[in-house]
């Protein structure tokens, strides 16, 4: 399956409209929201094109194909309008044997991972998209479609046979510095050049793992 990730949508229909226009042009099969989807939040400005009756129309047209779940700004009466569940904390996407935990960021995070065995931690929350890998999982930020922060540009991911990906709002990914290393969990992740991209290799490729880094990212500039 082709899973579409996004989070932060603040209220903002234009933004939206170009992620599901990405959505329907690249066949996805699955949309993933990760909170904050109607309210623009008291701490940010109100965003152009703020209109959430529309994201709600518009998300409900496609109801059977999206799994959602909580931000810090969504409330019970976002529920009331939504059409499919929202309300949980978190959700567990097992996909070809890896474990996606899917969270919004305020309660489980880099800095604060939840318990329980998992292969990725993918959030938003902080507006700033991240693909990094320390010693436990690895972990992806989706960033924010409206509210991007530090310099960087509204983005959305996604996911594909093990293949992450981040794009910006017109449909580009976004380019990426080289590199390859080997990671706890047994998941090896490699970004290149034209696009940033995580490769979650198969068991078939585990045991590189356990070989020298060199030796690794030899073997990465091979895929």
């Known amino acids: 399956m082709k899973y579409l990730l996004v989070s932060d949508i603040h209220g903002c229909?234009?933004?939206?409209?170009?992620?599901?226009q990405f959505y329907d042009e690249n066949h996805c099969d699955m949309l993933c929201v990760l909170g904050d989807?109607?309210?623009?939040?008291?701490?940010?400005r109100i965003p152009e094109g703020i209109d959430a009756q529309g994201?709600?129309?518009?998300?409900?047209?496609?109801?059977?194909?999206?799994?959602?779940?909580?931000?810090?700004?969504?409330?019970?009466?976002?529920?009331?309008?939504?059409?499919?569940?929202?309300?949980?904390d978190y959700l567990l996407l097992v996909d070809g044997g890896r474990r996606l935990f899917l969270t919004h960021g305020h309660l489980y995070n880099k800095e604060k991972l939840p318990v329980g065995p998992y292969d990725v931690l993918v959030c938003g929350h902080s507006h700033l998209w991240e693909l990094s890998q320390g010693e436990g999982p690895a972990f992806?930020?989706?960033?924010?479609?409206?509210?991007?922060?530090?310099?960087?540009e509204p983005t959305f991911a996604t996911y594909e046979d093990g293949l992450f990906t981040i794009y910006?709002?017109?449909?580009?990914?976004?380019?990426?510095?080289?590199?390859?290393?080997?990671?706890?969990?047994?998941?090896?992740?490699?970004a290149y050049p034209a696009k940033v991209t995580w490769w979650l290799l198969s068991a078939t490729i585990l045991c590189f793992c356990a070989?020298?880094?060199n030796a690794v990212a030899a073997f990465c500039d091979m895929l």
Do not use: W
């Open 13 to 20: 229909r234009p933004a939206l409209q170009k992620v599901l």
């Open 37 to 44: 989807i109607l309210n623009y939040g008291p701490r940010n």
């Open 55 to 88: 994201i709600v129309a518009d998300l409900n047209a496609r109801a059977s194909q999206i799994v959602a779940l909580r931000g810090n700004c969504d409330a019970e009466v976002d529920q009331m309008l939504l059409q499919f569940p929202m309300m949980s």
């Open 140 to 152: 992806v930020n989706l960033g924010s479609i409206t509210f991007p922060k530090g310099g960087k």
């Open 168 to 190: 910006r709002l017109d449909g580009t990914p976004l380019p990426a510095t080289d590199f390859c290393r080997p990671c706890a969990y047994g998941v090896a992740l490699a």
């Open 211 to 213: 070989l020298p880094t």
